[in-house]
């Protein structure tokens, strides 16, 4: 029975990948026996049953009824599993590594103000990687009134308009007067890392400086360390060939990393990694908006706020999703709720 559960559990899984990859819809608008289409996740299942004999006997023998392994429930929690898995496996990526966040937000089809969350870090082998990492919304009513100085405006207008980007122009005055100076300096230090023609805009007291700037995370005890290791770390830059071809700052990370100079100069690799997780310019954010205009579409635009996280961060995510061990996920789904059988782990890889 545990041997049949699992190859149904199996195909459930195939379906489930084969319309999260692509970021199809699971459910049909009729979904009885009786119906021309029952949508996409029931009508690949029973496509898979009658191609494959083995597995049309697997269902018909243990799945009669309640153990179909088809329900809307199961659907979600399996995507949920798939989801939670891709999440984890994000952050284990990032580890205890530095990484900045960038947010960003945009009205979707259903009228909601939508906010993308993305990750951006600097991975093992030195090179900058932005990872979607979650979706969330406000609801904003479409056409809602309110009365002020005797003129009918919308709530939308209201507060998007009147109050959102009012405030948020007093931060950013706030901002630029406070830190406009250390910012450009900032700046001006990073381009000292640069290593194009030779490492020429090196400069021994910008760098210190950067470090100064950085003072959460490198420390007092640190900046002498790095005064003396800069000297040293510079002529061997320039006397090496392995640095000639490098042509901006992601790819002296990863030569560092290659060379394994990375752990013969650690602070000098930390400056440049902090320099790197800067969001000046990314595409991320925006890649993520269109990811959901392909998940939520006119006839689609009522999906649930975790359903519609889970599915994009499947969707936009995919080469870590499709990395995840189907077993971390049947564990997972297996403890979501009590099942009618469960499946205990392999323990022979097949």
């Avoid at 406009?180 to 990073?190: D, G, K």
């Avoid at 006397?239 to 790819?251: I, T």
Wanted: hydrophobic letters at 40%.
């Amino acid at each position: 029975m545990e041997i049949d559960y699992r190859s149904q559990l199996t195909v459930v899984f195939d379906v489930v990948r084969i319309l999260l990859v692509q970021g199809l819809a699971f459910r049909g608008h009729d979904e009885s026996s009786s119906s021309k289409n029952r949508g996409n996740f029931l009508e690949i299942f029973n496509w898979y049953a009658k191609k494959v004999e083995k597995i049309r006997s697997v269902i018909n023998e243990i799945a009669p009824g309640n153990n179909q392994l088809t329900s809307p429930l199961i659907q979600k929690q399996l995507v949920n599993s798939r989801a939670t898995e891709t999440t984890l496996a994000i952050i284990y990526e990032i580890g205890d590594r530095n990484f900045s966040l960038i947010v960003d937000e945009s009205r979707d089809k259903s009228i909601k103000e939508q906010m993308a969350v993305t990750l951006r870090f600097v991975n093992k082998q030195g090179q900058v990687v932005e990872r979607f990492f979650a979706i969330q919304h406000d609801t904003i009513p479409a056409r809602g009134h309110s009365r002020r100085e005797g003129h009918w405006i919308t709530y939308y207008h209201h507060y998007h308009a009147e109050v959102l980007i009012v405030v948020l122009d007093l931060i950013a005055i706030e901002m630029n007067g406070r830190f406009s100076e250390i910012t450009a300096e900032l700046l001006t230090c990073i381009s000292c890392l640069h290593p194009r023609d030779l490492f020429s805009r090196f400069h021994h007291g910008k760098l210190l400086r950067l470090a100064e700037i950085y003072s959460y995370d490198i420390f007092v005890q640190d900046l002498q360390v790095l005064k003396e290791r800069l000297h040293t770390y510079i002529q061997d830059v320039r006397r090496s060939s392995d640095f000639v071809e490098c042509h901006d700052l992601e790819s002296l990370a990863v030569k560092l990393v290659e060379t394994r100079k990375h752990l013969v100069f650690p602070l000098v690799y930390r400056l440049i990694e902090l320099a790197l997780i800067l969001p000046v310019a990314t595409t991320s954010v925006e890649r993520a908006f269109s990811a959901m205009n392909i998940i939520i579409t006119e006839l689609r635009n009522k999906i649930g706020d975790e359903w519609l996280n889970d599915m994009m961060i499947c969707y936009i995510e995919r080469q870590v999703f499709e990395t995840i061990d189907d077993e971390a996920i049947l564990l997972r789904f297996q403890n979501m709720q009590s099942r009618r059988i469960q499946v205990p782990p392999r323990r022979d890889g097949h």
